[in-house]
């Protein structure tokens, strides 16, 4: 049929698509006036969800499968869906109607009971949004009963802050004693100081006493050897004058032979005799210097004797200032034990104020109760005088409030769940609709904030509404003071778990294995958690990602549709896209095919088929049977990639990682044949190289990561724009992603985001992007029924 539509003239085309499109005007102009006819109608609205409603059959809602627009029920509720009810099985025939067509060519009945179709679906969601109101009125009730509990807990409260008070009171003054008692003990401890100062001020006077000793020893030896010194020269002019005198003996016998010399010799005899009497001089003031060199040193001595006499009093006087300290330190340790045992009477006393007080409200309860029960019990005495019968009455409405009790609350149940399956349905319908008009699915996680994160003053950017539309769907995020509110299919908080994420996604991985393309990507800054998201943590069960969490889940179904006649062949390939080069991450020769550009390895290539298949020339593609061989090829790609440190990420991805999973399933009963593909990507992580800080290879990386991503970007406001000409071919990857992005497969894009104030800016620019995204429409997606081909190249969708 496919091939049939192609063969259409295209002003065929053009003309379903304007009829379609006024469809979608008139619709929108009928929600317009059913949400205001709902705004009129919502205090009618209020109380049970059958309160004041007309029960009527799915058939006669659906008027024999073909809803008229002028079809005007009785309303009393406001609303044209006020009337109607819905139950499960009405919405499960509604989800699993299928079309009938007279002519298969008539594209025009085609679009008309489509837009019928559609309008069924709106009329369901809004009798779901008018069972949201009721409920909504319930909480409002049970809100106010709060309030009053609350404030009884106030004037309690109140109370007990009175008691204390006078608590505080008491405590008040055993501090100020306890203040006073450590008053007494600084001063005695002051006085210790002081005592322990002048000691050490007599020490140093002791040691100035002993370095003055020291130093007139010393002076005392010097004079002791000018002494000897000159008794020296003494001895030495004795010598000269001895030898004077037999020189003196000699001339008189040589007198007649030396007259001349006569005078010269007499003269040197008088200065000799001069020196003599000098020294002989000195000699008398060396000795009066010995002398008082003697009396300073007896003073010397007297002064030490002096100086120990004072050191055994001070010492006598330490030794009473310790026994003094010592008693101060037990009259302290005492005065501790009592403020101990005062503290402990202290508890003592609020512990028996806070039991008397509980004995006085139980003594007060018990005796209200007792005059109840005696008042009850006179009153049942006087009923009893007066009559059985009325007894027997009261009895038998005890139990209809009883049995209305039971009732309401299992009404509230019933409520619940009604409210847990009409969340769900609300889900499965907003699923359908988005298939039908084949938008781009978004989900937004935020991770939580690491212990390694920079703590700032801006407090937290990033917050989530809480009413009912936007619960679990919108997010909003400050920068520089300006609030930007986002609303997505999901939003994830950072409490929640990989499991949590995956029961989202389930439904989508199902898909691969009924014959659709699936595609899941991971869209982000650096180190936002993409790669936690799509991997998890290796060796930790309860923290894996996305795609092994995937693939049990496929194996695990496809074991279950073995009794069912399905079996099916399953292949893997991974790859990752590096500086704008493709490389096999499965190839067993990594260092030729690491070669840089892939100058001396394989060239691979991309080439697209006539079915929208996508194929990668020459990539490995192994033939899988259990998740233990996928999670072995898993590590062995994971240690193949291309991983880098940068400022922002410790192990910064720096390539696009590409996980594709083909199932071919044949029936053997049915002869039924299918084929899906499942693509999981782990694109790399924006980065400014302000904060990155790459230089050299890393440089090279962020400016390639960056060129693709900006070309995805492209990719994304022409399909927005729904221009003519998409620019895939400006990077590997966006081509790559054609099939994802502009073909008919299920396609859904996880936008990663960091909690980090200073990453706020780079956070905003991802959920615009988000947004984008998600208003793409790429077509509604069509199963593969073909038979496998005999090729072994793998299809990217």
Same mark, same amino acid.
């Given at each position: 049929?496919?091939?049939?539509?192609?063969?259409?003239?295209?002003?065929?085309?053009? +003309?379903?698509?304007?009829?379609?499109?006024?469809?979608?005007?008139?619709?929108?102009?009928?929600?317009?006036?059913?949400?205001?006819?709902?705004?009129?109608?919502?205090?009618?609205?209020?109380?049970?969800?059958?309160?004041? @409603?007309?029960?009527?059959?799915?058939?006669?809602?659906?008027?024999?499968?073909?809803?008229?627009?002028?079809?005007?029920?009785?309303? +009393?509720?406001?609303?044209?869906?006020?009337?109607?009810?819905?139950?499960?099985?009405?919405?499960?025939?509604? %989800?699993?109607?299928?079309?009938?067509?007279?002519?298969?060519?008539?594209?025009?009945?085609?679009?008309?009971?489509?837009?019928?179709?559609?309008?069924?679906?709106?009329?369901?969601?809004?009798?779901?949004?008018?069972?949201?109101?009721?409920?909504?009125?319930?909480?409002?009730?049970?809100?106010?009963?709060?309030?009053?509990?609350? $404030?009884?807990?106030?004037?309690?409260? *109140?109370?007990?802050?009175?008691?204390?008070?006078?608590?505080?009171?008491?405590?008040?003054?055993?501090?100020?004693?306890?203040? #006073?008692?450590?008053?007494?003990?600084?001063?005695?401890?002051?006085?210790?100081?002081?005592?322990?100062?002048?000691?050490?001020?007599?020490?140093?006077?002791?040691?100035?006493?002993?370095?003055?000793?020291?130093? *007139?020893?010393?002076?005392?030896?010097?004079?002791?050897?000018?002494?000897?010194?000159?008794?020296?020269?003494?001895?030495?002019?004795?010598?000269?004058?001895?030898?004077?005198?037999?020189?003196?003996?000699?001339?008189?016998?040589?007198?007649?032979?030396?007259?001349?010399?006569?005078?010269?010799?007499?003269?040197?005899?008088? @200065? /000799?005799?001069?020196?003599?009497?000098?020294?002989?001089?000195?000699?008398?003031?060396? @000795?009066?210097?010995?002398?008082?060199?003697?009396?300073?040193?007896?003073?010397?001595?007297?002064?030490?004797?002096?100086?120990?006499?004072?050191?055994?009093?001070?010492?006598?006087?330490?030794?009473? *200032?310790?026994?003094?300290?010592?008693?101060?330190?037990?009259?302290?340790?005492?005065? %501790?034990?009592?403020? $101990?045992?005062?503290?402990?009477?202290?508890?003592?006393?609020?512990?028996?104020?806070?039991?008397?007080?509980?004995?006085?409200?139980?003594?007060?309860?018990?005796?209200?109760?007792?005059?109840?029960?005696?008042?009850?019990?006179?009153?049942?005495?006087?009923?009893?005088?007066?009559?059985?019968? #009325?007894?027997?009455?009261?009895?038998?409405?005890?139990?209809?409030?009883?049995?209305?009790?039971?009732?309401?609350?299992?009404?509230?149940?019933?409520?619940?769940?009604?409210?847990?399956?009409?969340?769900? %349905?609300?889900?499965?319908?907003?699923?359908?609709?988005?298939?039908?008009?084949?938008?781009?699915?978004?989900?937004?996680?935020? @991770?939580?904030?690491?212990?390694?994160?920079?703590?700032?003053?801006?407090?937290?950017?990033?917050?989530?509404?809480?009413?009912?539309?936007?619960?679990?769907?919108? &997010?909003?995020?400050?920068?520089?003071?300006?609030?930007?509110?986002?609303?997505?299919?999901?939003?994830?908080?950072?409490?929640?778990?990989?499991?949590?994420?995956?029961?989202?996604?389930?439904?989508?991985?199902?898909?691969?294995?009924?014959?659709?393309?699936?595609?899941?990507?991971?869209?982000?800054?650096?180190?936002? /958690?993409?790669?936690?998201?799509?991997?998890?943590?290796?060796?930790?069960?309860?923290?894996?990602?996305?795609?092994?969490?995937?693939?049990?889940?496929?194996?695990?179904?496809?074991?279950?549709?073995?009794?069912?006649?399905?079996?099916?062949?399953?292949?893997?390939?991974?790859?990752?896209?590096?500086?704008?080069? &493709?490389?096999?991450?499965?190839?067993?020769?990594?260092?030729?095919?690491?070669?840089?550009?892939?100058?001396? /390895?394989?060239?691979?290539?991309?080439?697209?088929?006539?079915?929208?298949?996508?194929?990668?020339?020459?990539?490995?593609?192994?033939?899988?049977?259990?998740?233990?061989?996928?999670?072995?090829?898993?590590?062995?790609?994971?240690?193949?990639?291309?991983?880098?440190?940068?400022?922002?990420?410790?192990? #910064?991805?720096?390539?696009?990682?590409?996980?594709?999973?083909?199932?071919?399933?044949?029936?053997?009963?049915?002869?039924?044949?299918?084929?899906?593909?499942?693509?999981? &990507?782990?694109?790399?992580?924006?980065?400014?190289?302000?904060?990155?800080?790459?230089?050299?290879?890393?440089?090279?990386?962020?400016?390639?990561?960056?060129?693709?991503?900006?070309?995805?970007?492209?990719?994304?406001?022409?399909?927005?724009?729904?221009?003519?000409?998409?620019?895939?071919?400006? #990077?590997?990857?966006?081509?790559?992603?054609?099939?994802?992005?502009?073909?008919?497969?299920?396609?859904?894009?996880?936008?990663?985001?960091?909690?980090?104030?200073?990453?706020?800016?780079?956070?905003?620019?991802?959920?615009?992007?988000?947004?984008?995204? +998600?208003?793409?429409?790429?077509?509604?997606?069509?199963?593969?029924?073909?038979?496998?081909?005999?090729?072994?190249?793998?299809?990217?969708?």
């Amino acid at each position: 049929m496919a091939a049939n539509n192609q063969n259409k003239p295209p002003l065929l085309l053009s +003309n379903i698509t304007k009829a379609s499109a006024s469809s979608n005007k008139k619709c929108r102009g009928d929600e317009l006036t059913c949400d205001k006819e709902q705004k009129f109608g919502a205090e009618k609205m209020v109380g049970t969800p059958n309160n004041g @409603r007309i029960r009527q059959a799915f058939s006669v809602v659906n008027g024999m499968q073909d809803l008229g627009l002028n079809s005007n029920p009785a309303s +009393n509720a406001g609303s044209e869906c006020g009337t109607i009810e819905f139950t499960r099985e009405d919405v499960e025939a509604l %989800l699993n109607e299928k079309m009938k067509y007279k002519n298969k060519f008539n594209y025009k009945e085609r679009c008309e009971n489509m837009m019928d179709y559609i309008k069924r679906l709106r009329l369901c969601i809004k009798w779901f949004q008018e069972l949201e109101g009721d409920y909504a009125f319930e909480h409002e009730r049970l809100r106010n009963a709060l309030e009053l509990t609350e $404030q009884k807990c106030a004037e309690t409260e *109140l109370t007990l802050k009175n008691k204390e008070e006078e608590l505080n009171l008491i405590i008040v003054e055993l501090r100020r004693s306890f203040a #006073s008692l450590q008053d007494k003990l600084a001063k005695e401890e002051s006085e210790k100081l002081a005592a322990v100062d002048s000691l050490a001020r007599e020490k140093e006077t002791r040691l100035n006493i002993e370095r003055s000793h020291a130093s *007139l020893k010393e002076d005392l030896g010097k004079a002791q050897e000018e002494l000897q010194s000159a008794n020296q020269r003494i001895s030495s002019i004795n010598d000269m004058y001895k030898l004077l005198q037999e020189y003196n003996s000699s001339l008189q016998h040589y007198n007649t032979k030396l007259q001349k010399d006569l005078d010269t010799a007499h003269e040197s005899i008088k @200065r /000799g005799e001069k020196e003599k009497s000098a020294i002989v001089e000195n000699l008398s003031t060396l @000795r009066g210097q010995y002398k008082s060199l003697q009396e300073q040193l007896s003073s010397c001595k007297a002064s030490q004797d002096e100086a120990m006499k004072l050191k055994d009093a001070l010492v006598h006087e330490v030794a009473c *200032l310790r026994v003094e300290l010592q008693q101060v330190r037990d009259d302290r340790d005492r005065q %501790l034990s009592q403020v $101990q045992v005062l503290s402990a009477e202290v508890v003592k006393y609020k512990e028996l104020a806070v039991s008397s007080d509980e004995l006085e409200a139980r003594c007060a309860s018990q005796n209200n109760q007792i005059r109840s029960l005696s008042d009850q019990l006179a009153a049942a005495e006087r009923k009893l005088q007066v009559s059985d019968l #009325s007894a027997l009455e009261t009895k038998t409405e005890f139990e209809e409030q009883k049995k209305l009790i039971s009732e309401l609350q299992s009404r509230l149940e019933d409520a619940e769940y009604k409210l847990i399956e009409g969340e769900r %349905l609300r889900k499965k319908l907003h699923n359908t609709i988005l298939e039908l008009k084949g938008n781009i699915r978004v989900f937004c996680r935020v @991770r939580p904030l690491l212990p390694d994160d920079t703590s700032s003053s801006e407090g937290k950017i990033i917050s989530y509404p809480t009413s009912t539309e936007a619960l679990g769907r919108g &997010i909003d995020i400050t920068q520089n003071g300006q609030k930007h509110c986002f609303t997505f299919d999901r939003v994830f908080m950072p409490n929640e778990s990989q499991e949590d994420v995956f029961v989202e996604i389930s439904q989508l991985v199902q898909s691969a294995l009924d014959g659709y393309k699936v595609c899941i990507f991971a869209y982000g800054q650096t180190g936002s /958690g993409k790669t936690y998201t799509m991997m998890g943590k290796p060796g930790q069960p309860d923290q894996k990602g996305l795609i092994p969490r995937s693939l049990e889940q496929i194996f695990q179904t496809r074991q279950s549709l073995l009794p069912q006649g399905w079996k099916y062949e399953m292949q893997v390939s991974m790859l990752e896209i590096y500086n704008e080069t &493709i490389r096999d991450l499965l190839s067993t020769n990594r260092d030729v095919s690491r070669t840089e550009n892939g100058a001396a /390895g394989k060239q691979y290539s991309i080439k697209h088929d006539a079915n929208g298949n996508t194929h990668v020339s020459d990539l490995t593609v192994v033939d899988v049977c259990s998740t233990n061989e996928v999670s072995f090829l898993l590590d062995r790609a994971a240690q193949s990639r291309s991983v880098g440190k940068t400022q922002m990420n410790e192990q #910064s991805s720096r390539s696009h990682f590409v996980f594709t999973l083909r199932i071919s399933g044949v029936n053997e009963s049915t002869e039924q044949q299918v084929q899906g593909v499942l693509n999981l &990507i782990d694109l790399a992580g924006s980065e400014r190289l302000s904060k990155s800080g790459s230089t050299g290879d890393r440089l090279k990386e962020t400016q390639a990561i960056n060129k693709s991503l900006s070309s995805l970007s492209d990719v994304i406001f022409a399909l927005a724009k729904k221009e003519d000409h998409v620019p895939f071919r400006n #990077s590997k990857l966006t081509y790559l992603l054609q099939p994802c992005l502009g073909g008919d497969s299920k396609t859904l894009m996880f936008v990663n985001i960091s909690p980090e104030p200073s990453s706020a800016s780079e956070s905003l620019c991802s959920l615009r992007f988000a947004a984008r995204v +998600n208003a793409c429409e790429i077509g509604t997606p069509r199963r593969q029924t073909n038979m496998r081909s005999s090729e072994s190249r793998l299809s990217y969708g």
